[in-house]
């Protein structure tokens, strides 16, 4: 595992950001997709290689997986001890992300061969996307708590400029600039919880900050816990704050408002950024610094648990409104990164309480997968019926046979159908939830009956309902079904979708290293699976066919159908706050001080100057007598001082 | 009372007074002759002085060579037979107070100091001007002397050039 | 009582302040010419005196006179012909209508 190796994983996604950013227009118009696919197979193949030596050959030492800081060199020196080091990590979590991203960014690459085809700006999509996967591959690599932020912010750049790829749409702009935004305000905490963490362990570096900050007897620790603000310890205070950073990148309620909106760019930019690689940046953030919120702050890790679950539910009552695809799949996303987001917070640590860690790098790991798998196949659908609504849409299942199989097995291994890999991590999340936290296992257990419910009803409303009408054109001149850029990862996702479920996550990844085993608990599985049956049985009723039933129900639940139409109303409260709270009263006063005091000032500054000179101009009238009339009274002025006063 | 200081009454009455007239006369020929007068007392006091090359050199230079000038330019430039304005009574008013203020003050500082002969004073005689002016050594005027004459050049060939009519531009 | 240095330095500022007033009051440009002359002379009475009066080894006051009866030739010539050239452009020489270098 030399230096080289793992530093080339994000540098050759750099290396073709630069040459197709730079040169793409010019040189690469048409090839910059080869040029990207090509590095990322590079980088995928040396992740994969990276990682058969770390778990196979030499990562474990006495049966636990060691943080092997692999490179790190001094970048910036603040005082003794704290600085800002740069460097490569790895350690189990590491590994994995390493794996996920840099493949799923290959599957994406791939597709958009075929479906980026004939775009305008075609290389300067593929230098986006290869920014992106450098920044994302650079913050799980990070072992530094300041370089994780740095690699945060990039990413939070890379995300803005693929959502903002169709920069000719208002609506495409609107949205990049609305998750940038919420992103940035995130990050402000992320950057005071960094700030304070980093201020009581006396360090920036991961490894110690977490070494010092999790030994009971550390003085930093003590000093952490007992400084504090209303009560709250610095140290829950800081690791809160990281949570909002984190809240923020994983569209975390009441911060996810960015997501829905985020759909506005193209299907494999959702697929890649806001399904199985940017999102995860929270979780993967609060996986990182695990030990600190498990061992010495549960009360963070609680809030941490809560506000996962309640994202999850929000979420999953909202999917079953929405009719644009895009949107069903971003909340499921949210929902999902909730379920991820509350297994890490009902897990402890140390051997068989750290379960809830492991199931939730599991349910990343899976998720990942169909995730990605679901949203190609959207693409793809999109790709045939050029529209995102599910009113447009039905009777696809003859039409795009591949894609449908694959959408399905997705589909059931989010619902968590045996024995596809959706069923075994999310089986493991609600096994550790039971353990832990009653309430947060109920809600859990019906948000996965829920999760069934709107992705079966998008199943069948794609694929089933309706015979498909084309619009316009006859059948015989509609295009086929996707390209083989297009298939290709739809079918290698969909194999992995099946067989990922059957790898023994808790070998590799677990709180401490040291490897978990999980026993299958039969009676545990029963009631999710039976739950989702349920909901899959509920949209086959609703929507296998067209029938007047939605309608039906929707008009019984008339007040929260409306409700969760209107995705509960927290874009208005956003609006609402931003532009009467804080624009009258923060905005308004702040740009009058501006223009009239210190607009003012400096103006009364220039008027004094030209007011005096017109005053003082008026003496020099070009006139002698009166100049020689002033010399004189000079003179005697100056004699009268010099002879008789001093 | 010696008739010497008579003398000298008589001629600083006729220096003061012709000065004030040369000042205050509203017709420019008149002003003109009486700083003559005034020139002349002037030398006549150089005479009373007992400087009498001084004196001699006032006459050639002050009253033959510039009050000549002064009279040639009016000729030039004025418009004979009509008055020369009146100053602003304000104008006259406080330029009268400044000088009678500064005459006044003047002469405070003049009167407050102790004046004591260093040594009495010997013949002046041309020759001793001409030696102690144009020795090389300590206390010569040799330097200055050459050049106050490139100055008079220079002047020369100024005047010419500052006062030459210069063709209009044929077009 | 002995006519002394005071007597003459009163002349002396006496006449260099009537060419003060002269020189502030006049609008004619050749009359204030005439006011400077009587300053220059006022000067040299000055000089001449103290020469006279105070030391008398010395003749330095009288080198000083000459020099400046001299330059006082020269700078009057200079000076008309500058009168000349306005009197050309505004065909008039009053020292008020001169007054073109003002902002």
């Known amino acids: 595992m030399s230096p080289i190796i793992i530093a080339l994983i994000p540098l050759l996604p750099l290396a073709s950001f630069l040459v197709l950013g730079l040169f793409g227009k010019k040189y690469f118009a048409k090839s910059g997709g080869i040029i990207g696919t090509l590095s990322l197979t590079g980088s995928a193949l040396l992740s994969l290689s990276t990682a058969y030596n770390y778990f196979f050959v030499s990562g474990k030492v006495d049966g636990v997986y060691q943080k092997v800081e692999v490179l790190k060199f001094t970048w910036l020196q603040f005082a003794p001890g704290v600085s800002i080091d740069m460097g490569l990590l790895l350690d189990p979590i590491s590994v994995m992300m390493l794996v996920v991203v840099t493949f799923v960014s290959l599957m994406v690459h791939i597709y958009s061969l075929g479906y980026m085809k004939g775009e305008e700006r075609f290389s300067i999509y593929y230098s986006f996307l290869s920014l992106f996967t450098f920044s994302m591959l650079g913050l799980v690599l990070s072992t530094n708590i300041f370089q994780i932020y740095m690699f945060w912010e990039l990413v939070g750049v890379s995300s803005f400029l693929l959502i903002g790829y169709y920069f000719n749409k208002p609506s495409a702009v609107a949205a990049s600039k609305k998750a940038f935004i919420v992103t940035r305000f995130a990050d402000l905490g992320f950057l005071i919880g960094i700030l304070i963490l980093s201020f009581h362990a006396e360090t920036l570096d991961f490894t110690t900050l977490i070494q010092r900050l999790t030994d009971s007897s550390s003085p930093q620790l003590h000093s952490a816990i007992t400084g504090g603000l209303f009560g709250i310890s610095a140290l829950t205070w800081g690791l809160l704050l990281v949570f909002m950073g984190g809240a923020g990148k994983s569209a975390m309620f009441p911060l996810h408002i960015w997501l829905p909106d985020a759909m506005e760019g193209p299907t494999p930019v959702s697929a890649l950024i806001h399904a199985a690689t940017m999102v995860v940046a929270g979780v993967y953030l609060v996986a990182r610094l695990f030990p600190v919120f498990a061992l010495s702050c549960p009360g963070a890790l609680e809030v941490v648990a809560y506000v996962g679950a309640v994202s999850s539910l929000f979420a999953a009552v909202i999917a079953c409104t929405q009719t644009d695809i895009k949107r069903v799949l971003a909340y499921s996303t949210m929902s999902q990164i909730g379920y991820m987001m509350f297994a890490l917070g009902v897990s402890g640590y140390d051997g068989e309480q750290g379960l809830g860690f492991t199931a939730s790098m599991f349910h990343l790991f899976t998720h990942a997968m169909f995730k990605a798998l679901l949203f190609l196949g959207a693409g793809a659908v999109i790709h045939y019926v050029h529209s995102n609504e599910m009113g447009d849409m039905g009777g696809l299942r003859k039409k795009m046979p591949v894609t449908h199989l694959t959408f399905l097995i997705a589909c059931l291994a989010i619902a968590g159908v045996p024995p596809l890999s959706g069923f075994f991590s999310k089986e493991e999340i609600l096994t550790a939830a039971f353990h832990s936290n009653k309430l947060i296992y109920g809600m859990a257990l019906f948000t996965a009956g829920l999760t069934a419910f709107y992705m079966f009803r998008l199943y069948f409303s794609i694929f089933w309902k309706k015979d498909f009408v084309v619009h316009g054109h006859a059948d015989e001149h509609h295009h086929g079904e996707a390209p083989v850029t297009m298939k290709l990862p739809l079918i290698i996702l969909g194999v992995l979708a099946i067989v990922t479920g059957f790898v023994p996550f808790g070998e590799f990844v677990s709180s401490d290293g040291e490897a978990l085993h999980s026993e299958f608990h039969l009676q545990m599985a029963i009631a999710p699976v039976a739950f989702g049956l349920i909901g899959i049985l509920i949209a086959l009723v609703m929507y296998k066919s067209e029938s007047a039933l939605p309608a039906r129900v929707a008009d019984a639940m008339r007040g929260l159908y409306a409700g969760a139409y209107r995705k509960f109303y927290i874009d208005e409260v956003y609006l609402f706050v931003t532009k009467r709270i804080l624009f009258n009263l923060v905005g308004r006063p702040a740009a009058w001080i501006d223009k009239n005091m210190v607009n003012g000032l400096v103006d009364a500054g220039g008027m004094f100057a030209q007011d005096g000179s017109d005053e003082l101009s008026v003496w020099q009238s070009g006139k002698v007598q009166a100049y020689a009339i002033w010399f004189l009274v000079g003179v005697i002025g100056l004699v009268v001082a010099f002879v008789f006063i001093s | 009372m010696e008739v010497r200081d008579i003398i000298f009454y008589l001629i600083a009455t006729l220096i003061l007074v012709s000065g004030a007239l040369a000042v205050s006369s509203r017709q420019i020929f008149r002003s003109a002759i009486y700083l003559l007068f005034g020139m002349i007392g002037i030398a006549g006091l150089y005479f009373w002085l007992q400087f009498e090359f001084i004196a001699a050199v006032q006459i050639v230079v002050y009253v033959g060579g510039i009050v000549v000038l002064i009279i040639f330019s009016i000729f030039l430039t004025h418009r004979v037979g009509s008055d020369l304005p009146e100053p602003t009574y304000r104008r006259s008013l406080f330029a009268g107070l400044a000088s009678l203020f500064a005459f006044v003050l003047f002469w405070k500082v003049i009167k407050r100091n102790e004046f004591y002969a260093d040594q009495p004073m010997g013949e002046l005689s041309v020759r001793r001007i001409g030696e102690e002016m144009l020795n090389y050594n300590q206390g010569g005027f040799v330097l200055p002397f050459e050049v106050v004459s490139i100055l008079l050049l220079a002047a020369m060939i100024g005047c010419i050039v500052i006062a030459m009519k210069t063709n209009p531009e044929k077009i | ?103």
Do not use: C, Q
């Open chain 3, 1 to 103: 009582m002995e006519i002394g240095l005071p007597h003459l330095l009163f002349v002396s500022t006496a006449l260099f302040f009537i060419g003060v007033y002269g020189f502030l009051t006049r609008r004619n440009m050749i009359t204030m010419l005439m006011a400077v002359e009587l300053m220059l002379n006022a000067v040299n009475i000055n000089f001449v005196a103290f020469n006279k009066y105070l030391w008398g080894g010395k003749l330095d006051g009288v080198f000083f006179t000459i020099f400046i009866i001299a330059i006082a030739a020269a700078e009057t010539a200079v000076a008309i012909a500058i009168i000349i050239h306005i009197y050309r452009d505004h065909s008039n020489i009053d020292v008020e209508d001169a007054d073109s270098l003002k902002f």
